[in-house]
């Protein structure tokens, strides 16, 4: 099975924004999966990961300093980050 993975690239922070793979299948056909990824207005903060198929895989939100306070799953399942003045990490609730 061959595949190759070609990302572009978001403005000067150089993050990707798409995840571009070719592969092919057990016929031999080329086939193409992208990987797209979205960022705050801040050009760094991730907010969402969505796969090939269209399913949106992962968000965040975050507060100041871009710290993630919530992380939602492909379930939407939510883990809520808790941090202290100085943004050390003080819990963290998984989805029950």
């Given amino acids: 099975m061959f595949n190759h993975s070609a990302e ?3 403005g000067l922070l150089g993050y ?6 070719t592969y092919s299948d057990g016929s ?3 086939k193409v999966r992208t990987n797209i990824y979205t960022y705050a207005a801040n050009n760094i903060d991730l907010l969402t990961i969505t796969n090939a198929s269209g399913t949106q895989v992962s ?4 507060a100041n300093q871009s710290v993630v306070t919530n992380y939602y799953n492909a379930l939407n399942e ?9 943004q050390r990490l003080t ?3 998984l989805p029950t």
Avoid: E, H
């Fill in 91 to 93: 819990s963290r609730t």
């Fill in 8 to 10: 572009f690239f978001n």
């Fill in 16 to 21: 990707p924004t798409n995840d571009i793979q």
């Fill in 78 to 86: 939510r883990t809520v980050y808790t941090y202290d003045s100085y």
């Fill in 59 to 62: 968000s965040n939100a975050y």
């Fill in 28 to 30: 031999g056909a080329l």
